[in-house]
């Protein structure tokens, strides 16, 4: 027995396999994990789980009579080290323990890795990485030692780490080096509200300030070195700067990677035959009207659900291209963030507030076609500007202006741009 | 074991046995009942676990969040009296509950 053998048992390889069987794919499907644990949801980690609003047990993509009942082979704690793959898609995986695994193809869903930041002091005991359960449960199991935080990223993680450390009652440091939160993500007017919010319930917030060292207390994390000297103190340091795509197993197979393995509309890799999905995976911008041959690598729940669909469509011999819009959120204590689109490109932009209720919505627009929107505790301006894009419809910007309009009565038709011929 | 018995747009019915204290949504994802997308996991951010709830269960239950209510504007299938988000219905010992799912959710 071969078949399918997908590489990674997080969001994109589970969505992978299931896809299939709901598909009505009856080949075989290994799913191999390279965690301990059952297949579970990692978004929780930093907030709902962290803050132990939720059980680990609720974190679960499936139970385990699933995964016999539906016929996937699930292998947890086995980290493929080396791949022999032929010309035509099929080969052997090896893991760490010798164990192998023959595949008539294979689909890589491995996923990303934490950037390690270099200097000195990260090597110490409670200096730590949130990507996975493991880290999750150390950054529990510690929390009951800790007073003094510093979280050095303003990014999702880091801020959601952030809230969740100041909701449980820790005074929480958060160390940014640029000049705004979340700036890769996010417009100024999304940044500066959420500064405000987190400032306010008390996070210490530095912004423009970049770390020199990390300072031992006994044989233990004590501090954090900033550029000017000053220390702040630490009983715990969590380190958000970003992730790293895990291209190592494919570049050993010779599949062409640049920031991510390289795949098409179909999440096909370029030996035309092995998969790549989620945030592991390079593919083309498939947002409509994004310039030719830009390429995107996203790190989303919806993008590894989106990705594992084709792929599984791809698997079944029907050729269904990437289509979705890309959409994100983040729950950050009080905040709830909600991004629909891509901003990027965009020439103009348009805030509705409703300052009373903690609401603002940022639309991004490149003339008059709205390309994203980033909303806080505004479900509803999330939903439209999502639905919108999906349809291809217009949402005017002169006519979104208005905050007390809601942005679902005066979506409409989009105009047919000059000079497209029909 | 509270029994629930989800029904898809063409009519075929499902009884699954919940845990009390798992939601709707959970219950049927992880025994892979289709019909639920549920992408964020129950956090209320993506309107992907619409049902209908029959109207016998519906006066039993909770009533909606204002973030849920907000949210529901936003489901694939518009939303009608008995609409909720699967995610926030959470399942008690001795009550069994019957819902309908959209026939998209997406």
Redesign the interface.
Known sequence: MSGLLVVGSSQAGVSLATSLRALGHEGPITLLGDERHRPYQRPALSKEWLQGTVTSESLLFRSDSYWPEHGIDLVKGERVIRVDKADDGSGVAHSMSGAQFAFDRLALAVGARPRRLVMEGTDLPGVLYLRNADDALELKARLPDVRDVVVIGGGFIGIEAAASLTTLGRSVTLVEAAPRLVARAVGEQTSAHLLEHHRSTGIEVLLGTSVRRITARSDHVGGVELADGRVLPADLVLVGVGVVPNTGLAESIGLNCADGVLVDETAVASDGHTMAIGDCANQPNPMPGAPPGDRVRFESVNNAIEQAKVAAYAITGRREEYAGIPWFWSNQGAVKLQIAGLSTGHDRTLVRRDAGKGKQSVLYYRGERLLAADCINSPLDFLAVKAALSKGLAIPFVAAADPAVQLKAVTQPAPVPVGTAR | MPTITYTDADGQTRDVQATPG?SVM?TA????V?GI?A?????????TCHVFVDEEDLATLPPVSD?ED??L??TAVDREDTSRLSCQIRVVDGQDLHVTTPATQ?
């Not at chain 2, 994802?29 to 892979?32: H, L, Q």
């Not at chain 2, 992408?39 to 309107?47: D, K, N, Q, R, V």
């Open positions: 798992d959970e994802v992880r025994n892979g289709p997308v992408e964020c996991g129950g956090s209320l951010s993506c309107a973030m907000e949210m504007y936003g997406v």
